[in-house]
C-alpha cells in the first residue's frame, strides 16, 4: 500500500512522510516528495546478526539460525537482508521458511523448523499467523531456544491476549520502550495510555514521531505550501533528546531515509515487552533461553 501511495503522492508533488512502513525499495526510486523516519529492513538485518554474535560471546549456543517470513513485500524485503547480514557476519541459516500470510494452518512449517532444529528462530509475520505459530509450536511440542520477532505481529496488541502465555522470553524488534520515569517515551506513553487505556506499542509509536516529525517540518515552513513542507523536511536535524522513540535522531539522506533511525530487542515477561539490547537502552535483563510455556 506504501509503494502505491507514495508513488501517487509524487505525481501530485505532496509530501509524504512513512513513519512504519520497512521495504527498502520505498526510498530508493529517486521520490523527491517522499520522507520515511523508521529503520529499515538492512538495520534490522544488521541488528540480529550483531545481537546474535553478542549473544554467542556471552557463551550462549548459537550454531544457526532459520528465518521464517511472509511472503509479501514486508517479509521478502526483511528476509532477504537478514539472510544478507547473516552471511556477513558468518551466521549459518539452517533454514529459510515462506509461507502465505493467511494460511490457516502452518503445521508443515513448524515441523520443517523442529527438523532443523536452529539456536534462533525469527519470524517475520503479521498478527494472525504470529499467534497461529505459537499455538502450532505448543501443540507439536516444539519450543526453540531464542525466537525474535521482527515487531508486526509481535508487537500487536492482540499479541499477548492470545499467547503470551506461550511466548514468555520471545524478544521483539521494537524502536520503542516506555522507558524510565521523566523521559519523553514514558510521558507521551501516559498520556495516551491515560485516554486509551493501554501503553503504545511499536508501531503506533513510530506513526506518532512520524507525525511529530511532520508537524515539525510544517512548523519550520510557516505554510502548507507542499514545496515549502518538502524542503523543511529535507532539513530536519532533530537530535535524540527531542524524540519520543528510541532513534539516535531523525536526518533525512539524498533518499528521503532517516540516516539515523535505529532499533533494539525487547523481551516478553509477563504481560509486557522491556527492552533488554543493546545493554545501554536496557531497562531490564536479558534472559535466556526463551520460557514459553514450560
Same mark, same amino acid.
Given at each position: 500500500?506504501?509503494?502505491?501511495?507514495?508513488?501517487?503522492?509524487?505525481?501530485?508533488?505532496?509530501?509524504?512522510?512513512?513513519?512504519?512502513?520497512?521495504? +527498502?525499495?520505498?526510498?530508493?526510486?529517486?521520490?523527491?516528495?517522499?520522507?520515511?523516519? *523508521?529503520?529499515?529492513?538492512?538495520?534490522?538485518?544488521?541488528? $540480529?546478526?550483531?545481537?546474535?554474535?553478542?549473544?554467542?560471546?556471552?557463551?550462549?549456543?548459537?550454531?544457526?539460525?532459520?528465518?521464517?517470513?511472509?511472503?509479501?513485500?514486508?517479509?521478502?524485503?526483511?528476509?532477504?537482508?537478514? #539472510?544478507?547480514?547473516?552471511?556477513?557476519?558468518?551466521?549459518?541459516?539452517?533454514?529459510?521458511?515462506? $509461507?502465505?500470510?493467511?494460511?490457516?494452518?502452518?503445521?508443515?512449517?513448524?515441523?520443517?523448523?523442529?527438523?532443523?532444529?536452529?539456536?534462533?528462530?525469527?519470524?517475520?509475520?503479521?498478527?494472525?499467523?504470529?499467534? #497461529?505459530?505459537?499455538? =502450532?509450536?505448543?501443540?507439536?511440542? $516444539?519450543?526453540?531456544?531464542?525466537?525474535?520477532?521482527?515487531? +508486526?505481529?509481535?508487537?500487536?496488541?492482540?499479541?499477548?491476549?492470545?499467547?503470551?502465555?506461550?511466548?514468555?522470553?520471545?524478544?521483539?524488534?521494537?524502536?520503542?520502550?516506555?522507558?524510565?520515569?521523566?523521559?519523553?517515551?514514558?510521558?507521551?506513553?501516559?498520556?495516551?495510555?491515560?485516554? $486509551?487505556?493501554?501503553?503504545?506499542?511499536? *508501531?503506533?509509536?513510530? !506513526?506518532?514521531?512520524?507525525?511529530?516529525?511532520?508537524?515539525?517540518?510544517?512548523?519550520?515552513?510557516?505554510?502548507?505550501? +507542499?514545496?515549502?513542507?518538502?524542503?523543511?523536511?529535507?532539513?530536519?536535524?532533530?537530535?535524540?533528546?527531542?524524540?519520543?522513540?528510541?532513534?539516535?535522531?531523525?536526518?533525512?539522506?539524498?533518499?528521503?531515509?532517516?540516516?539515523?533511525?535505529? =532499533?533494539? #530487542?525487547?523481551?516478553?515477561?509477563?504481560?509486557?515487552?522491556?527492552?533488554? !539490547?543493546?545493554?545501554?537502552?536496557? *531497562?531490564?535483563?536479558?534472559? #535466556?533461553?526463551?520460557?514459553? !510455556?514450560?
Amino acid at each position: 500500500m506504501t509503494l502505491v501511495a507514495t508513488a501517487v503522492a509524487e505525481r501530485q508533488a505532496v509530501p509524504f512522510l512513512v513513519a512504519d512502513s520497512v521495504a +527498502a525499495n520505498i526510498t530508493t526510486r529517486g521520490f523527491k516528495f517522499t520522507f520515511r523516519t *523508521t529503520p529499515i529492513a538492512p538495520d534490522f538485518g544488521k541488528a $540480529y546478526a550483531e545481537f546474535i554474535n553478542a549473544v554467542k560471546k556471552s557463551g550462549t549456543k548459537v550454531d544457526s539460525i532459520a528465518i521464517v517470513n511472509e511472503n509479501t513485500d514486508y517479509g521478502t524485503s526483511v528476509s532477504q537482508s537478514i #539472510l544478507d547480514a547473516a552471511k556477513a557476519a558468518n551466521i549459518n541459516v539452517a533454514a529459510h521458511i515462506t $509461507y502465505n500470510a493467511n494460511s490457516s494452518d502452518v503445521t508443515a512449517q513448524v515441523l520443517q523448523l523442529k527438523s532443523a532444529n536452529p539456536d534462533v528462530v525469527i519470524f517475520i509475520s503479521y498478527t494472525a499467523d504470529s499467534i #497461529l505459530y505459537f499455538k =502450532t509450536m505448543k501443540n507439536l511440542d $516444539y519450543q526453540p531456544p531464542i525466537v525474535i520477532g521482527d515487531d +508486526a505481529g509481535f508487537s500487536d496488541p492482540s499479541f499477548i491476549p492470545n499467547v503470551g502465555d506461550l511466548a514468555q522470553g520471545a524478544l521483539d524488534r521494537s524502536a520503542f520502550d516506555i522507558g524510565k520515569p521523566g523521559s519523553n517515551s514514558y510521558i507521551v506513553n501516559k498520556l495516551f495510555h491515560d485516554k $486509551y487505556g493501554r501503553d503504545l506499542d511499536d *508501531t503506533s509509536a513510530r !506513526w506518532m514521531q512520524g507525525l511529530f516529525v511532520l508537524a515539525d517540518a510544517i512548523n519550520r515552513a510557516g505554510s502548507t505550501d +507542499a514545496e515549502k513542507i518538502r524542503e523543511a523536511l529535507t532539513e530536519t536535524d532533530l537530535k535524540a533528546d527531542q524524540l519520543m522513540i528510541g532513534y539516535h535522531g531523525v536526518k533525512f539522506d539524498e533518499t528521503g531515509q532517516n540516516s539515523l533511525a535505529s =532499533t533494539f #530487542l525487547i523481551q516478553l515477561k509477563g504481560k509486557q515487552y522491556v527492552s533488554v !539490547w543493546p545493554e545501554n537502552l536496557a *531497562t531490564d535483563k536479558l534472559e #535466556l533461553p526463551m520460557k514459553g !510455556w514450560r
